[in-house]
Antibody
Framework: QVQLVQSGAEVKKPGASVKVSCKASGYTFTSYGISWVRQAPGQGLEWMGWISAYNGNTNYAQKLQGRVTMTTDTSTSTAYMELRSLRSDDTAVYYC?????????WGQGTLVTVSS | DIQMTQSPSSLSASVGDRVTITCRASQGISNYLAWYQQKPGKVPKLLIYAASTLQSGVPSRFSGSGSGTDFTLTISSLQPEDVATYYCQKYNSAPFTFGPGTKVDIK
């Protein structure tokens, strides 16, 4: 069965970086992309970007350009999302989701808290 | 960028009622529209893709329609387990923007 398992919760100080991992199983990793979506407390879903696991092509949300990097490691079927220069409004649950069109299978979410 | 809006932002209905949620894109997106259900504290769940195709395992009381700029999600007979926030998302081209969500609860 398709599973996406994300790394654990993180607490970071403003200005720091965070790297969240998303390990996929149960399907051919390189046949899909991975979307990253975040949700601030009490807020809606925000699309952060997408990476092709086939060739590494990326698309990032304009507001995160320059602060976010998405990568994949096909040898371990793992996707990564790194966000730099963290601010308090980056506090959110971060989700990865398998994507071939609409994201269908989602990871369990990773809470990232940015606090001094 | 194409903007996504949803209406209403929240609604309250009785068990068994027919519920309709609207999603509108600021420009045409053909049928590249998905609907998600998110229950409190849970991961979003894909309900419908390609505007009207039901994801496997989703109850048949959920249906979607529309093309271009105007889309609807219908719950034909609201059940207590349908209490959730519903989001639409465009995926024709990046950015794959979500709508702001519609919160559904039981009257």
């Amino acid at each position: 069965q398709v599973q996406l398992v994300q790394s654990g919760a993180e607490v970071k100080k403003p200005g720091a970086s965070v790297k969240v991992s998303c390990k996929a199983s149960g399907y051919t990793f390189t046949s899909y992309g991975i979307s990253w979506v975040r949700q601030a407390p009490g807020q809606g879903l925000e699309w952060m970007g997408w990476i092709s696991a086939y060739n590494g092509n990326t698309n990032y949300a304009q507001k995160l350009q320059g602060r976010v990097t998405m990568t994949t490691d096909t040898s371990t079927s793992t996707a990564y999302m790194e966000l730099r220069s963290l601010r308090s409004d980056d506090t959110a649950v971060y989700y990865c989701a398998r994507s071939y069109g609409a994201p269908d299978y989602w990871g369990q979410g990773t809470l990232v808290t940015v606090s001094s | 960028d194409i903007q996504m809006t949803q209406s209403p932002s929240s609604l309250s209905a009785s068990v068994g009622d027919r519920v309709t949620i609207t999603c509108r894109a600021s420009q045409g997106i053909s049928n590249y529209l998905a609907w998600y259900q998110q229950k409190p504290g849970k991961v979003p769940k894909l309900l419908i893709y390609a505007a009207s195709t039901l994801q496997s395992g989703v109850p048949s009381r959920f249906s979607g329609s529309g093309s271009g700029t105007d889309f609807t999600l219908t719950i034909s007979s609201l059940q207590p387990e349908d209490v959730a926030t519903y989001y639409c998302q465009k995926y024709n081209s990046a950015p794959f923007t979500f709508g702001p969500g519609t919160k559904v609860d039981i009257k």
